[in-house]
């Protein structure tokens, strides 16, 4: 999975190279869990809950990127909630999705 954060979502692909997205993940109202224990025998893993009660788990390679992810999407939440416009340096990051996951 390559997955994109958003000024108000988080799109995810199949592969880097696709043009559009499988699908995206609203991030207003939404609550971050991390770390996340769902999973005991993975690690750096988060949890994004949707406002619909959809939970999409996301795991990380280290604990570095899990964190600096956490801190971009609690960020865009922040500045959803805010009126404000969020932007970051980079917008396009690889991330490992666990072998299962519910895509709603």
């Not at 390679?61 to 416009?85: P, S």
Request: hydrophobic share 35%; net charge positive; aromatic share 10%.
């Amino acid at each position: 999975m390559w997955v994109v954060l958003l000024e108000d979502g988080i799109e995810f692909y199949k592969k880097k190279s696709d043009n559009s997205p499988k699908g995206m993940i609203p991030l207003k109202g939404s609550t971050l869990t991390s770390p996340c224990q769902d999973f005991g025998k993975r690690m750096f893993v988060f949890k994004i809950t949707t406002t619909k009660q959809q939970d999409h788990f996301f795991q990380a390679a280290f604990l570095e990127e899990r964190d600096g992810w956490v801190r971009d999407i609690k960020k865009a939440i922040k500045c959803i909630e805010g009126g404000q416009k969020f932007a970051r340096k980079s917008t396009r990051r690889s991330i490992r999705l666990p072998e299962t996951i519910d895509l709603g």
